[in-house]
């Protein structure tokens, strides 16, 4: 994965299968970063998030395509990993609830939200991929 060892490749993997929550910083059209926490689908070596049309991470996207992700740290502040790269607004892509793979992963989470995957669809409906340039793990 990008320049890590095989075995720091793998861990990083592994997380990125299993984290729940990844916090995605997009800058606005006056430069002003904006962090926000993200359900994630880790896929082809790109982040896949799902957003309302209206939100500041599609406006931001759309001026400044500059992004990075980062992953939480353990609890003691370790196992840092951040990416660096850009994003776009990928139209083609299926929605969520006709994306297995975040289904798997999210299910239980919509279902907490009171919301039906095809109801998740509707209005988190604009499908945004980060592709990394850079990683960084610490």
Known sequence: MLNLSAEA????????????I???TTVSPDGQPQSSPVWFLWTDGSFLV???????????????PQVSVHLNSDEHGGNVATFEGTARV???????HEQSDYLQKYRAGIASINMTPEQMGAEFSVPLVMTPTRVRVY
């Open 22 to 24: 990844a916090w995605l």
């Open 9 to 20: 490749s793998a861990e990083l993997g592994e997380r990125l299968r299993a984290e729940g």
């Open 50 to 64: 799902y957003a309302q049309p209206r939100s500041w991470k599609v406006r931001n996207i759309r001026a400044h």
């Open 90 to 96: 990928a139209d083609t892509v299926p929605p969520v």
